[in-house]
Nanobody
Framework: QVQLVESGGGLVQAGGSLRLSCAAS????????MGWFRQAPGKEREFVAA????????YYAESVKGRFTISRDNAKNTVYLQMNSLKPEDTAVYYC?????????????????WGQGTQVTVSS
């Protein structure tokens, strides 16, 4: 079992930055591929970014590529999402997630564990 707790959400103006953190506890964090998803009101949950546990390779949704950066610190059992140049359309609840697979996946059903989510609101 893996427990995930997100933090770092909040209200920011368009063009600003936020860094989300996800603290993991439970089984060996370093053996899980970690990801971030988001869900805006009235929309389906969508993939944002993922980072592999094998080689720390990363993968991003096209909508955030070049603006968001995912990273992990295995010593701290923490994964981060640095979000720059935020846009109002980035407003959503952001969820941290983990899967036992070696590499990224973009489908929410392919992830095994989920955090409770943290709200990110970008004002125009």
């Amino acid at each position: 079992q893996v427990q995930l707790v997100e933090s770092g959400g909040g209200l920011v103006q368009a063009g600003g930055s936020l860094r989300l953190s996800c603290a993991a506890s439970g089984r060996t964090f370093s053996r899980y591929t970690m990801g971030w998803f988001r869900q805006a009101p009235g929309k389906e949950r969508e993939f944002v970014a993922a980072i592999s546990w094998i080689d720390a390779s990363t993968y991003y949704a096209e909508s955030v590529k070049g603006r968001f950066t995912i990273s992990r610190d295995n010593a701290k059992n923490t994964v981060y999402l640095q979000m720059n140049s935020l846009k109002p359309e980035d407003t959503a609840v952001y969820y941290c997630t983990a899967r036992a697979g070696s590499y990224y996946a973009t489908g929410s059903s392919e992830y095994d564990y989920w955090g409770q989510g943290t709200q990110v609101t970008v004002s125009s």
